[in-house]
């Protein structure tokens, strides 16, 4: 009999990826909505698996919904992929970050104990939760110094799908996943926002893209890659935590200067902090402003994890580099720009 996954925030990037996956694997998948979730079903129409998966409402902050949904669904495996994922939202909505990031998880572990205990769990972890980082690269052994609410949140989620395994031999697996992009990412990250922008500007629509700090530094790799490894976690005899990381780190200005290239601009870096600009060397234009709302109260400088473990032990390896990633969503953007669609 095909196997039953729930997974929520089907709607997001990750979702919709992993949907597409588990369908092609045979699942029977079962995706938790939320009655606000933005842009409901456009990633999955973009993926042509809309009419391919059910959809039940689910909210990580209402307990009692949870623990109907599981007694209804019968889920095989659960992928916690719900969250208010934006960083910089953290800091302007933090009690509601706790609540879904955090407790959320709780009351989704909670709901399993009870009402669904031998399902197989993956709690959707993040790099976030290194953030002021103890150790170059990160890996599993890392110790954690969150840097945000949102990190703040999905520690104690982590803590808690480790504590739900260590008491009640839950089969609860933390994916600590570093950056990973699409086509499909939300435009309030930076990567999109800069290939959506850029994109934009060529045909005229937009004048400069605005953005904060560009000496961050992140270990990017293809949401694509990250779904299967999600997988592959989940069909290991123990639960477990693995880093996926690609273990290459730049900067967002290495990423503005690569989506540009794709463009056929070059940039020129002039001035600094935020007085910086990146002038097209041919025309002369300033298509990069750095504009100080978008920093942080407090930021992570450095990202680069070390995915050795997940390389050995779940035979997992990122497929898509950095150049094809910035090609991927720069074309994507760029057809998007010219046929003048924005529902992605
Ligand atoms: O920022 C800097 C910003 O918002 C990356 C989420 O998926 O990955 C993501 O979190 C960096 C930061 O992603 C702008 O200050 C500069 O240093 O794309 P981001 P994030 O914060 O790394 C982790 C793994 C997650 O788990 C999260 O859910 O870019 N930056 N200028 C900017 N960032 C944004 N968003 N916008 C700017 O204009």
């Known amino acids: 009999m095909a196997k039953t996954a729930l997974v929520t925030g089907i709607t997001g990037q990750d979702g919709a990826y992993l949907g597409k996956l588990l369908l092609e694997k045979g699942y029977r998948v079962v995706g938790g909505l939320r009655r606000s979730s933005v842009g409901a079903y456009t ?4 993926l042509g698996i809309a009419n391919d998966i ?3 409402h689910l909210d990580l902050v209402e307990l009692s919904n949870l623990m109907r949904s599981l007694e209804r669904i019968k889920p095989d495996e659960i992928y916690n992929l719900a969250a208010q994922s934006f960083v910089g939202l953290s800091f302007e909505q933090p009690i509601y970050t706790a609540d879904t990031d955090g407790l959320g998880v709780l009351r989704l572990l909670e709901a399993l104990r009870q009402c669904a205990p031998t399902a197989r769990f993956y709690q959707a972890s993040t790099s976030e939760m290194f953030g002021k980082v103890q150790a170059v690269p990160q890996n599993e052994r890392t110790p954690f110094h969150p840097r945000s ?4 949140a999905k520690l104690f989620a982590h803590w808690a799908t480790v504590n739900y395994r260590e008491s009640y031999g839950v089969h609860g697996t933390s ?3 570093f950056n990973h992009e699409s086509p499909l990412r ?3 990250f930076v990567t999109r926002k800069i290939t959506w922008s850029l994109a934009q500007l060529m045909v005229g629509r937009l004048d400069a893209v605005e953005l904060g700090n560009l000496d961050a530094k992140r270990d990017w790799g293809y949401a694509g890659d990250y779904v299967a490894g999600m997988w592959l976690m989940l069909q ?7 880093v996926l990381a690609t273990g290459e780190t730049r900067t967002i200005r290495a990423f503005v200067e690569a989506a540009a290239r794709r463009l056929g601009l070059d940039i020129e870096w002039r001035g600094a902090g935020a007085h910086e600009t990146g002038v097209d060397r041919q025309s002369g234009k300033t298509v990069v402003r750095v504009n100080p709302d978008y920093y942080r109260p407090a930021e992570v400088d450095l ?3 070390d995915p050795t473990k997940a390389a050995v032990e779940l035979g997992w390896k990122p497929k898509v580099g950095f150049d094809e990633l910035v090609t991927l969503m720069v074309d994507a953007d760029l057809k998007r720009a010219r046929d003048n669609t924005n529902h992605v």
């Open 43 to 46: 990633r999955l129409h973009e």
């Open 54 to 56: 059910e959809f039940a």
């Open 149 to 152: 609410p949102y990190g703040v």
């Open 175 to 177: 994916g600590i996943l």
């Open 186 to 188: 939300g435009r309030e």
């Open 236 to 242: 290991q005899q123990q639960p477990d935590d693995y």
């Open 303 to 305: 990202l680069i994890g």
